[in-house]
C-alpha cells in the first residue's frame, strides 16, 4: 500500500509545462497579456475555445510565477513510448488537469449589467454562478466536464412594452432577446466547458458544448463569444501548424481551419409556437499568420443559421453556400431560410513594443446582385458592422515588478446608412425576418455582449503586480440606436419632437480587483457606476411648440450600483 500512495503522490507532482484556460478567466487574460511580449505563446490563431485555449511559457521567471495558475497532473507515464504511424505526433502520457473550483457573485441594484458570462443572466438584485471541472488526456483523446451552475434574483425593473408574444419579449422586430427572463427567480444548469475530443497533431475532432470565441476582439466580438449559454455542437478541423510546401521545405508561416455545426434553442420568453424551438448553426474559420511579415494574423468566418428541421439543411455544410433563399422553386415564399454572416480579421503584434492593434469587419447575407465585385464598389458599407482595438503593455516599475496594460476597443453594429430610405423595414445585423429568433441562442446574443444596433467604446488599465493586479476602466454604449431609426420611419412626425433626444445609453466606469491570498487561492472584488440615459428610450416633457407638439428635451435618468466578488481555488 505504501510503494502505491508513493506512486501516485509522485505522478500527481509531475507537472506539465503548458496552461489550458477557459475563455475571459483569469489565468487566459494573465497569459494573453504575457504574449505581447512573447513571454507565452498562443495556440490559436482567430478560432478559441477551452481546448484551443493553450499558453507555451517561453520564460518561467515571469510575474505571476509563485501563483498557482494552472497545473497538468500526470497519472502515468510510459517507461518506454511506443513509435507508430498512429502514435507519431501524440503525447502518451495520461494526464489529468482540475479547474476551480471558482465561485462568482454579483449585484446590480437598479438594472442588469454583465456581459461575457456564459450562461448567467445578471439581472437587477444579487446573481451567482459556481464552475468547476476536470479534464483527462490519453494518447490524443481529452474528456472535459465543467459545467456551471447559475442563480439570478431577477428582480423586478420597468421594461418596454414586449413586440413579441410573450410581455418580456424585446420592443420592435422579430428577436428572442428577452427584456427580462421573467417575473420570478432564475436557477440554470450549463454544460459549459464539456466535451469530447480526439487530436491528432494537428487535426482534431470534438463533440460538446465548449465556449467558442471568434476574433481577436477583447470586450464584443462581431461574430461569437461565450456572453450566452452553451450549445451542442460539432467541430473539426486543423489548429494552428506551420504551413509548410513540401519538397522545398519552405515555411509560409501558420494556418488553422476549423468548422463547426450546432444547435440553438429559443428561450420561453419569445413565442408559445413549439415547432420552431431551435434552429442550426454552421459556422467556419480559416486564418493565416504568414512568416514573412511576422506577428500579423488574417482570418476569415463565416456562420449560417437555419431551421433545424429544414430538410435541405446539409447545403449549409458548404462553406461556399452564398444564396439567400427568399422563394421556393415555385415562386412562393420559403417555408424555411437562412441567415448568413461573415466576417474579416487583422491582427498585428508588435513584440519589441509590446502592442497588438486588431480589426473585425463583418457583414450580413450578400447583396441582391451576389458577390459581384462593382456592387460592393458601388457602396462597401453595405450591412457593415466593425470592431476594432488595441492592447499595450507597459513597464511601470522593473524593481517594484509592477506592469501595466492598456486596453482600448470601438465596436460598431448600427445600421449602414442605406438601410434608411430602404422601402422595407428597417434592418438590424442581429434580426432576421426568416429566422425569427434571430442571432441568440436561449435569449441571449451569440456574438457581441450588448447586442447589436448600437456602438460602444471601451477603455482600461490594469496594474500587474506579484499578487494579483487592479484594474480601472471607463466605457460608454448605445445598445440599441436601430430602434430609434426604425421609430422615424414609422413614426416621421415625432421624430424633431420626442425622438430626437431618445437614443438610450450607458455610462459606466469601475475599478477591480484581484489577490492571492495563498498561491492556490485568489480572492476578486469590483465596483462598478452605470449611469442609464434614457432606459425606455423616453426622454422627459420640455414644452409645447406653437403648433401645440409636446417636445421631449429632457434625459430620463437611472443610477445603478454594481457590486461584485468571486473567490478561486486552482489546485
Known amino acids: 500500500m505504501k510503494k502505491i500512495f508513493w506512486f501516485i503522490v509522485c505522478s500527481f507532482l509531475s507537472i506539465g509545462l503548458f496552461a489550458q484556460e477557459a475563455l475571459k478567466s483569469i489565468e487566459e487574460e494573465y497569459f494573453d497579456f504575457l504574449s505581447l511580449t512573447r513571454i507565452s505563446n498562443r495556440s490559436y490563431l482567430n478560432y478559441r475555445t477551452l481546448s484551443d485555449s493553450v499558453w507555451n511559457l517561453t520564460d518561467e521567471n515571469h510575474l505571476w510565477k509563485d501563483n498557482k495558475l494552472s497545473t497538468d497532473f500526470v497519472l502515468f507515464e510510459p517507461k518506454q513510448k511506443k513509435e507508430n504511424f498512429f502514435l507519431d505526433?501524440?503525447?502518451?502520457?495520461?494526464?489529468?488537469?482540475?479547474?476551480?473550483?471558482?465561485?462568482?457573485?454579483?449585484?446590480?441594484?437598479?438594472?442588469?449589467?454583465?456581459?461575457?458570462?456564459?450562461?448567467?443572466?445578471?439581472?437587477?438584485?444579487?446573481?451567482?454562478?459556481?464552475?468547476?471541472g476536470l479534464k483527462l488526456d490519453a494518447y490524443g483523446f481529452s474528456f472535459t466536464i465543467k459545467p456551471s451552475i447559475n442563480f439570478s434574483q431577477n428582480k423586478y425593473y420597468e421594461i418596454m412594452k414586449s413586440a413579441m408574444q410573450n410581455e418580456y419579449g424585446y420592443f420592435y422586430g422579430k428577436i428572442d432577446a428577452p427584456q427580462?427572463?421573467?417575473?420570478?427567480?432564475?436557477?440554470?444548469?450549463?454544460?459549459?466547458?464539456?466535451?469530447?475530443?480526439?487530436?491528432?497533431?494537428?487535426?482534431?475532432?470534438?463533440?460538446?458544448t465548449e465556449y467558442l470565441w471568434l476574433g481577436p476582439s477583447y470586450m464584443n466580438a462581431v461574430l461569437h463569444s461565450n456572453h450566452?449559454?452553451?450549445?451542442?455542437?460539432?467541430?473539426?478541423?486543423?489548429?494552428?501548424?506551420?504551413?509548410?510546401?513540401?519538397?522545398?521545405?519552405?515555411?509560409?508561416?501558420?494556418?488553422?481551419?476549423?468548422?463547426?455545426?450546432?444547435?440553438?434553442?429559443?428561450?420561453?420568453?419569445?413565442?408559445?409556437?413549439?415547432?420552431?424551438?431551435?434552429?442550426?448553426?454552421?459556422?467556419?474559420s480559416l486564418s493565416y499568420a504568414p512568416s514573412f511579415l511576422q506577428g500579423l494574423t488574417l482570418g476569415v468566418n463565416k456562420v449560417c443559421l437555419s431551421k433545424w428541421d429544414d430538410p435541405n439543411h446539409l447545403k449549409y455544410i458548404n462553406p461556399f453556400y452564398k444564396q439567400n433563399t427568399v422563394k421556393d422553386e415555385n415562386g412562393n415564399a420559403a417555408v424555411?431560410?437562412?441567415?448568413?454572416?461573415?466576417?474579416?480579421?487583422?491582427?498585428?503584434?508588435?513584440?519589441?513594443?509590446?502592442?497588438?492593434?486588431?480589426?473585425?469587419?463583418?457583414?450580413?447575407?450578400?447583396?441582391?446582385?451576389?458577390?459581384?465585385?462593382?456592387?460592393?464598389?458601388?457602396?462597401?458599407?453595405?450591412?457593415?458592422?466593425?470592431?476594432?482595438?488595441?492592447?499595450?503593455?507597459?513597464?511601470i516599475s522593473e524593481k517594484n515588478d509592477l506592469y501595466g496594460l492598456i486596453n482600448f476597443e470601438w465596436n460598431n453594429t448600427e445600421t449602414s446608412q442605406d438601410y434608411h430610405i430602404w422601402p422595407g423595414s428597417l434592418?438590424?445585423?442581429?434580426?432576421?425576418?426568416?429566422?425569427?429568433?434571430?442571432?441568440?441562442?436561449?435569449?441571449?446574443?451569440?456574438?457581441?455582449?450588448?447586442?447589436?444596433?448600437?456602438?460602444?467604446?471601451?477603455?482600461?488599465?490594469?496594474?500587474?503586480?506579484?499578487?494579483?493586479?487592479?484594474?480601472?476602466?471607463?466605457?460608454?454604449?448605445?445598445?440599441?440606436?436601430?430602434?430609434?431609426?426604425?421609430?422615424?420611419?414609422?413614426?416621421?412626425?415625432?421624430?424633431?419632437?420626442?425622438?430626437f433626444t431618445a437614443f438610450k445609453a450607458n455610462f459606466y466606469t469601475g475599478i477591480e480587483s484581484l489577490y492571492y491570498v495563498i498561491p492556490q487561492f485568489s480572492v476578486k472584488l469590483g465596483f462598478m457606476y452605470n449611469l442609464l440615459i434614457n432606459p425606455l428610450y423616453n426622454p422627459g416633457y420640455s414644452f409645447t411648440s406653437s403648433s401645440g407638439q409636446k417636445v421631449h428635451r429632457k434625459y430620463t435618468y437611472l443610477n445603478n450600483f454594481r457590486f461584485e466578488w468571486g473567490i478561486k481555488y486552482n489546485f
Open 228 to 284: 450566452g449559454a452553451s450549445y451542442p455542437k460539432f467541430d473539426a478541423g486543423l489548429k494552428k501548424t506551420d504551413f509548410i510546401i513540401p519538397k522545398l521545405n519552405w515555411n509560409l508561416g501558420q494556418i488553422e481551419a476549423r468548422m463547426w455545426i450546432g444547435k440553438l434553442t429559443e428561450s420561453d420568453y419569445f413565442d408559445d409556437n413549439p415547432n420552431n424551438n431551435h434552429n442550426q448553426i454552421v459556422g467556419y
Open 336 to 395: 424555411y431560410g437562412e441567415d448568413q454572416k461573415a466576417s474579416i480579421t487583422a491582427s498585428w503584434l508588435f513584440e519589441k513594443a509590446g502592442l497588438e492593434i486588431y480589426s473585425e469587419i463583418g457583414i450580413d447575407d450578400f447583396l441582391s446582385d451576389g458577390l459581384a465585385m462593382y456592387g460592393y464598389a458601388r457602396f462597401p458599407f453595405h450591412t457593415m458592422v466593425y470592431t476594432v482595438g488595441l492592447k499595450k503593455s507597459l513597464e
Open 89 to 132: 505526433g501524440i503525447n502518451q502520457n495520461i494526464k489529468l488537469k482540475l479547474y476551480g473550483p471558482e465561485w462568482f457573485n454579483s449585484y446590480n441594484t437598479k438594472s442588469p449589467f454583465g456581459q461575457n458570462d456564459g450562461a448567467l443572466w445578471q439581472g437587477r438584485g444579487y446573481n451567482t454562478s459556481f464552475s468547476t
Open 180 to 208: 427580462r427572463f421573467g417575473d420570478d427567480s432564475i436557477f440554470a444548469f450549463d454544460w459549459g466547458d464539456s466535451e469530447i475530443r480526439y487530436t491528432w497533431r494537428a487535426l482534431t475532432v470534438g463533440f460538446g
Open 427 to 499: 434592418y438590424n445585423f442581429g434580426f432576421h425576418y426568416q429566422l425569427h429568433q434571430g442571432y441568440t441562442n436561449k435569449g441571449q446574443w451569440l456574438g457581441s455582449g450588448i447586442g447589436y444596433g448600437g456602438n460602444s467604446q471601451y477603455l482600461s488599465f490594469t496594474l500587474f503586480h506579484k499578487k494579483g493586479y487592479g484594474k480601472f476602466y471607463i466605457a460608454r454604449n448605445n445598445p440599441d440606436n436601430n430602434y430609434i431609426y426604425f421609430m422615424h420611419k414609422t413614426n416621421p412626425s415625432e421624430m424633431a419632437t420626442k425622438y
